[in-house]
């Protein structure tokens, strides 16, 4: 996303038709040394990851239908922070913020981010 902190991790979001494509996808992400992290439901549906070295993540490849909600609110949030600056300022502060606040805490920092998140798709 222009204009927005990010951590050293690139995001992945994939729609697919059904639960039999993620199945597929999964098999060619293992293929290529894709850690298999399965199923994270609402919390970023089927998660497959790359890591660099042990516990270095370079990738996180983020599996939905895309008749899933979740596909529905990706969408919606990654359009409202690309048309709106002051909401993309405020996210990138917010995250700036949760990164020094936890620095070795992934929970925390993404359950830091959960609120801002939910009013955005509500007001959009």
Known sequence: MPGLISK??????????????????VKRLLAIGYIDWGDQGVSGGYLMVKESEPIVRIFHFHIVEKADVQWRNYIIFRDCLRRNAKTREEYARLKKTLAEKFPADREAYTSGKEQ???????NN
């Open 116 to 122: 801002f998140i939910r009013a955005v798709l509500k």
């Open 8 to 25: 050293p991790i690139i995001d992945v979001a994939i729609a697919c038709q059904s639960r039999k494509d993620i199945f597929l996808i």
